[in-house]
């Protein structure tokens, strides 16, 4: 969670349909053999993608690292055959690279695409759509009601 002093940014879903859809505009060249979602972020960007680019292969790399508002150890929970040859590997947001950095180096020859980026980590990803300053902390709709919404597990 953003400390008081950090800019928040709050995502609404029309927003992020509208900017996951353009990214696929940027996608529509190439025969995409598939799509495999980081989860949990790259979850809806990579259905979104999926629908657009009329993608039926669709897969997850299962990478934890954030305890669901902090950054924390990355842990690699569900790996991906291959080496991504052909194949979207999405995200919804990169930030720091932590996680972006592990995928890729799991996935090397997978396209990496996210929606949103930040300064830091920007140039791992080979498309994304709009870019957020580091210090800025992004509220995705699945966390949030009108406001912060604590996970029903908790």
């Not at 029309?14 to 990214?23: G, M």
């Not at 259905?47 to 934890?64: G, P, W, Y």
């Not at 080979?126 to 509220?139: G, L």
Request: overall charge negative.
């Amino acid at each position: 969670m953003p400390d008081s002093s950090m800019p928040v940014y709050y995502l609404g879903w029309d927003e992020l349909h509208r900017d996951t859809r353009n990214l696929a505009r940027q996608l529509l060249d190439t025969p995409w053999k598939g799509i495999i979602s980081i989860a949990r972020g790259g979850l809806v960007p990579g259905a979104i993608l999926a629908r657009e680019l009329n993608l039926r292969v669709v897969d997850t790399l299962c990478i934890a690292s954030y305890d669901h508002d902090q950054q924390g150890e990355v842990n690699i929970l569900k790996t991906v055959e291959g080496d991504g040859d052909g194949y979207l590997l999405v995200d919804d947001l990169v930030d720091t690279g932590g996680t972006a950095k592990i995928a890729r180096d799991l996935l090397p020859k997978a396209t990496f695409v996210t929606i949103y980026a930040k300064p830091k980590a920007k140039h791992l990803a080979q498309h994304f759509i709009r870019e957020f300053a580091q210090d800025t902390w992004v509220h995705f709709p699945w966390d949030i009601e009108p406001s912060y919404s604590e996970p029903l597990i908790k």
